[in-house]
């Protein structure tokens, strides 16, 4: 049966990936554009920090017998959306490439972290995860289309 920790632990993966994929951005550009790529990774590896104390936090709480189904739609979704996108080794060459997978992964966290809050009810740090990650898919749309 999976857990609330099952599910932070694909959160804290995600976050990963993301300061993983940031860095390498940061890496290949210059000026405001590598300055944004390294606060994007700054931000996600806070996330991930954050996730880790969750984990901490929480107990090992099983999944009651009605959530299971979302629990497994939660973990496939993550499993389809999110980890194919941001696990290849490769940052695309072309920029606006690049920035519209991360938007794409940004968009994809959004929706399984508001997800994840039926588990996690009233954690203001889930709220201001999920937040952070709506101000990075402004920026970044911001960002398209004009590199």
Known sequence: MLTVNDMLSIAL???????????KLAEKTT????????????????????????LNDIENLPVTAEWEDNVGYLKSYAEISIFPKIESEEVPQNLNKAISAAMEVEKESII???????????????KKIIAEEK???IDLVKLYGTV
């Open 13 to 23: 993966k995600i976050e990963g990936a993301g300061y993983s994929y940031y860095s």
């Open 31 to 54: 000026g405001k554009i590598k300055e944004l790529f390294s606060h994007l990774a700054d931000q996600e590896r806070d996330h991930a920090s954050r996730f880790r104390e969750m």
């Open 112 to 126: 399984f972290y508001g997800d994840l809050e039926a588990f996690i009810p009233n954690s203001e740090s889930l």
């Open 135 to 137: 101000r990075h898919l």
